[in-house]
Nanobody, 120 residues
Framework: QVQLVESGGGLVQPGGSLRLSCAAS????????MSWYRQAPGKERELVAT????????TYADSVKGRFTISREDAKNTVYLQMNSLKSEDTAVYYC?????????????WGQGTQVTVSS
């Protein structure tokens, strides 16, 4: 079955950096776009970044453009999120996501999430 396992979260000071990783299994990783979402306390889950399969085209939320970089390593079935110049408003649980196409329509799969806390 599909499994997404995030790692790399933690406590970091404002202006610092973290790199999140998501190890995927149970599906054809290289042909699927992958995304990172985040959810802050009391807020809805929001899309942070997406990386396409072929060509590796990336898209970002306006709030993280120029600070975050999504990348993938198909040989390791892993997607990354490099987060630089972190701000307190980046504090959230970060989730890895794949939206797989099925005969009944697209189905979302999620990891368990990893907590990122930006605080001095």
């Amino acid at each position: 079955q599909v499994q997404l396992v995030e790692s790399g979260g933690g406590l970091v000071q404002p202006g610092g950096s973290l790199r999140l990783s998501c190890a995927a299994s149970g599906f054809a990783f290289s042909i699927n776009a992958m995304s990172w979402y985040r959810q802050a306390p009391g807020k809805e889950r929001e899309l942070v970044a997406t990386i396409a399969s072929v060509g590796g085209i990336t898209t970002y939320a306006d709030s993280v453009k120029g600070r975050f970089t999504i990348s993938r390593e198909d040989a390791k079935n892993t997607v990354y999120l490099q987060m630089n110049s972190l701000k307190s408003e980046d504090t959230a649980v970060y989730y890895c996501n794949v939206k797989r196409r099925t005969p009944v329509g697209p189905v979302d799969y999620w990891g368990q999430g990893t907590q990122v806390t930006v605080s001095s």
